[in-house]
């Protein structure tokens, strides 16, 4: 419990995380960003780092003086896209028979089969669609790696999703986390971007168990 009030302090207070790490680390913090988004996006086992909202805050930092925004979005970008490679090749060496693994504390089966459906209807934009929402952003490289998609194909809607994904939510923070309203009430527009980037998936779910509901 107590790990758990942790983690929902530094989602709520990312940008008092992250201008204490800007002063501890100095340019050292490129490298700890780096790490966090490889692995938000690299690793089946990590969808639960923060994503959305640390590029949007990041952003913010950066406008500050905090980071160079160029050198900012070059990182995070190669972070995004390395990360999604390493999946696609964990899910490539894996292969069909994660599909028979059960739940665990470590293993989402059920995000799993609900990526492989989305990536079953929009194909290679789902490497793209994906990004923007929390646990498909995480299994869509993975599936991708498991169904053998081909690696040039990949590789273009792997860097399309990170550019889109990256570019979007961290210039947003450069340009609007520093406003008098949305630095007075960070806090809550963290919260709003988590919510929003859960919208698609609460959807999911709720047509999911209507359809399951219609079939009985």
Request: hydrophobic share 55%; proline share 4%; charged share 10%.
């Amino acid at each position: 419990m107590e790990l758990f009030a942790t983690f929902v302090d530094i989602a709520l207070h990312l940008d008092e995380y992250l201008a204490t790490l800007v002063q501890q680390y100095g340019p050292w913090i490129y490298a700890i960003l780096f790490a966090v988004i490889f692995s938000e996006t690299g690793f089946v086992v990590t969808p639960f780092l923060p994503g959305d909202s640390l590029l949007f805050v990041a952003g913010g930092v950066a406008a500050v003086g905090g980071m160079d925004i160029a050198v900012l979005l070059a990182t995070l970008i190669a972070a995004a896209a390395s990360g999604n490679m390493l999946n696609y090749q964990i899910g490539r060496y894996l292969g069909p028979r994660v599909f028979q693994w059960r739940n665990s504390r470590f293993f989402n089966q059920n995000a799993l089969l609900k990526t492989r459906l989305f990536y079953e209807r929009h194909g290679g934009k789902t490497l793209v669609i994906s990004r923007f929402l929390p646990l498909l952003r995480t299994f869509a490289p993975f599936v991708a790696g498991v169904g053998a998609m081909n690696y040039a194909r990949f590789l273009f809607f792997n860097l399309l999703g990170a550019l889109s994904w990256v570019l979007s939510l961290t210039l947003a923070g450069y340009c609007f986390a520093n406003l008098p309203w949305v630095r007075k009430n960070l806090s809550l527009v963290i919260v709003g971007i988590i919510l929003v980037s859960l919208v698609p998936v609460a959807a999911g779910w709720w047509h999911g168990r209507k359809a399951r509901r219609s079939d009985k």
